[in-house]
């Protein structure tokens, strides 16, 4: 597809399980973000990928929460052992141009609710 | 703590009339875009403002940048219900490149 593409849309799971969360970049965009999104509310900074690289993770809120890009194209977020403070919209978006002042492109989401 | 505060959380309004959304920071912004989203979707880019004190309007939309980079404010004139939506702030500190913060979002209501 054209846009940025996320799975799974919709994942519900049991405390401390783990789940991976994946985004599928527009193809030839270096730069991509993942952020996090409770119900209402603005957009948490997660991670920010340039190329394969993670320049920044310092948004990851703890040691359970990991990201890898691989190919400079799809990345996968991984949580592990799952808590019921994790569940929300992982939002995942990239940017094309070099500039920081770029258009952002999101996904739409993955819902992760944790019983 | 928001790096971006926006104000006001939410916002009702009737159809015609006209609203402004603030976003403010004691941070200085190389450059500050403003994103809308609706239910179920990723945000969507309206606008980016780069030089402080610059007003770009779009249709009935117009944003203003601070002369010092630190605040903008959108302000829509005559407001319809396809208006309606989550507005968002975000920007990349001077201090802190590539990372682009969001504010917490204004959630703006417009009834026919």
């Known amino acids: 597809g054209a846009g940025v593409s996320q799975s799974p849309s919709n994942k519900v799971t049991e405390k401390g399980k783990d789940v991976e969360l994946r985004c599928d970049p527009i193809?030839?965009?270096?730069?991509l973000y993942w952020y996090r999104q409770s119900l209402g509310q603005g957009l948490e900074f997660l991670i920010y990928?340039?190329?394969?690289?993670?320049?920044?993770k310092s948004g990851l809120p703890s040691d359970r929460f990991s990201a890898e890009r691989t190919g400079g194209s799809v990345s996968t977020l991984t949580i592990q052992r799952t808590q019921q403070e994790d569940s929300a919209v992982y939002l995942c978006?990239?940017?094309?141009?070099?500039?920081?002042?770029?258009?952002?492109?999101f996904g739409e989401g993955s819902r992760l609710t944790v019983l | 703590t928001q790096l971006l505060e926006q104000s006001p959380q939410f916002l009702s309004i009737q159809e015609g009339e006209n609203l402004t959304v603030y976003c403010n920071s004691s941070?200085?912004?190389?450059?500050l875009q403003w994103y809308r989203q609706e239910p179920g979707e990723g945000p969507v880019l309206l606008v980016t403002?780069?030089?402080?004190?610059e007003v770009k309007k779009l249709k009935r939309l117009t944003f203003q940048f601070g002369d010092a980079r630190k605040d903008s404010s959108l302000h829509i004139t005559a407001a319809q219900p396809g208006d309606t939506g989550l507005y968002l702030c975000?920007?990349?500190?001077?201090?802190?490149?590539?990372?682009?913060?969001f504010g917490a979002g204004t959630q703006v209501v417009v009834t026919p």
């Open positions: 978006a990239s940017r094309g141009s070099p500039h920081t002042t770029g258009e952002l492109f």
């Open positions: 193809s030839g965009h270096t730069a």
């Open positions: 990928f340039q190329g394969n690289s993670a320049p920044d």
């Open positions: 941070s200085v912004f190389s450059s």
């Open positions: 403002v780069v030089t402080g004190g």
């Open positions: 975000a920007g990349v500190p001077t201090d802190s490149w590539g990372k682009l913060q």
